[in-house]
């Protein structure tokens, strides 16, 4: 009997830990975070405004845009939001920060360089050299290392790159025209144990940047936006004991410290870089074998610093139409990006969202359960409504072409396109992000007996049901509904049927 009972339990285990794995991932709740709050202060999120960049600094080879640090939107969520407009030859020069980033290039393409610590230098420059034996004249080849780095990789428009806090990055354009990318930090991530703001560290040149200043006193805390000249983290040491530890002269060292270069954080490299990159082709096929490595099947396949952390796939285009997650024949679209498809997200515990509406087309009404999400736009425009746990609207308005907008947790959305295709990207402060549907097919609405609905709302049967299956066959993206057919009052009308 004592037997019987211990199967019993064992199987019962084994069921309730297999239901218990659909609602995670890699062992790990959707609703657990490394966040702390944005602000030691309470936030309530009372009203929202769209932001447009409110500070540019100019550089030699482009320019830095900044959203405004000290708005009570972005602090009390956590984030922050810079714009890079790098012209071509231009090199972003490097640098590291306080907190995790995801960055999406809205044009152009170019390099990426990333540092890990303790990863090899795979990349190996080799000279040839041709050397005469002393005892003839027949010669011999020999190769002489004129360079070795860490990998370089390629990106272009619609990629999405993680950048984990504290390594060290520099982007280069070996485009035509200017790249433009939109970077947004996670300042409230458990890695950042400074204070609650972006800190940029640069290790090279002198900048003018702009940043949130974190003031603590008798008062309660308090937030300044300012713009400062900081030197990079050379600088800061003895030039003969660096001199020491480098094993250069102190010329060179001073070179380093970058205390008279004017050029800003993007310099202009008029023979352009010379280093050791992949081809295009070599660079598909490193591609399309990270793709690989990074299907689940494989994932677990790999071990070792140098087989998981060096060679981690860092980004992904989530432009790409064939690659959405959701569409219709429109042309309407929706592609998620989270850490199942990109496993380094797990890291920087972010996620992103692309989003292209056609002419008047809707995403349904919905709400982030873990996490908060802000949009940019990249073209065209739409109207956007959000509303609180009150049921109030603190945000009714337009976004256009360059524009924020913060969508705090558990916040319901609404979001329409106008007369033109209205697109975007989300950034999620979750590397999970889960949303709830208001309406459609995978939606609370579909999901509740129609007994519920009557009593709920004081409704008829006939209507309870026009509610619940009007939109029945549509998913994420709704369809416009002809003027004259929303007018009709048939209780078994249907929309959505083309999706």
Not at 112 to 121: L, N, T
Request: charged letters at 20%; aromatic letters at 8%; proline letters at 5%.
């Amino acid at each position: 009997m004592a037997s019987l009972s211990l199967v019993f339990s064992l199987c019962l285990l084994v069921l309730c830990h297999g239901t218990n794995a659909q609602f995670t991932t890699g062992g790990q709740s959707p609703w657990h975070t490394s966040r702390g709050f944005g602000d030691p202060r309470g936030c309530r999120f009372n009203h929202l405004e769209a932001l447009n960049p409110a500070q540019r600094i100019q550089s030699e080879a482009g320019m830095t845009e900044y959203y405004e640090e000290s708005s009570e939107m972005l602090r009390c969520a956590g984030v922050s939001v810079k714009r890079h407009i790098v012209e071509p030859r231009g090199l972003l020069l490097p640098a590291y920060h306080n907190a995790p980033s995801l960055m999406y290039i809205t044009q152009g393409r170019g390099l990426i360089g990333m540092v890990f610590p303790g990863c090899p230098e795979t990349y190996q420059w080799f000279q040839q050299q041709a050397e005469t034996y002393t005892e003839g004249t027949m010669t011999e080849s020999q190769q002489k290392l004129r360079d070795e780095h860490q990998k370089v990789r390629r990106f272009q428009k619609g990629d999405i790159i993680a950048l984990p806090p504290g390594v060290t990055h520099w982007c280069y354009n070996d485009g035509d025209v200017a790249f433009v990318a939109v970077q947004v930090f996670d300042t409230s991530n458990s890695a950042n144990q400074l204070e609650p703001a972006r800190r940029d560290f640069y290790l090279a040149g002198r900048h003018q940047s702009v940043q949130r200043m974190y003031e603590m006193g008798p008062q309660p805390t308090s937030f300044t936006t300012r713009q400062q000249l900081s030197n990079n983290m050379f600088n800061g040491f003895d030039t003969q004991m660096l001199a020491e530890a480098l094993g250069v002269n102190q010329e060179l060292t001073r070179r380093l410290q970058s205390q008279n270069d004017p050029r800003g954080e993007i310099v202009f490299v008029k023979q352009g870089l010379r280093m050791l990159r992949p081809f295009r082709s070599q660079e598909m096929q490193q591609q399309e074998y990270e793709s690989m490595q990074s299907m689940p099947g494989l994932r677990n396949a790999t071990n070792g610093l140098d087989e998981n952390f060096c060679t981690m796939k860092i980004r992904s285009n989530i432009d790409i139409p064939n690659r959405a997650d959701y569409f219709n024949q429109r042309g309407s679209r929706v592609a998620i990006l989270n850490s199942q498809k990109l496993p380094i997200l797990n890291l920087v515990q972010m996620s992103a969202v692309r989003v292209v509406l056609q002419r008047n087309s809707m995403i349904t009404p919905y709400w982030h359960m873990n996490c908060h999400s802000l949009m940019y736009v990249t073209s065209g425009r739409g109207r956007v409504q959000v509303v609180n746990h009150r049921g109030r609207t603190v945000f009714d308005g337009m976004l256009r072409q360059g524009q924020i907008l913060l969508i705090p947790q558990n916040f319901a959305v609404l979001k329409r396109a106008e007369l033109e295709m209205f697109k975007w990207v989300s950034f999620n402060t979750n590397h999970n992000a889960m949303i709830s549907q208001m309406v459609g097919k995978n939606s609370v609405i579909r999901a509740m007996p129609l007994q519920v609905l009557m009593h709920s709302y004081r409704i008829s049967l006939e209507q309870a049901r026009r509610l619940k299956f009007s939109r029945r066959h549509e998913m994420t993206i709704l369809s416009p509904i002809p003027e004259m057919m929303r007018s009709r009052d048939d209780p078994m009308f249907e929309v959505g049927t083309s999706a």
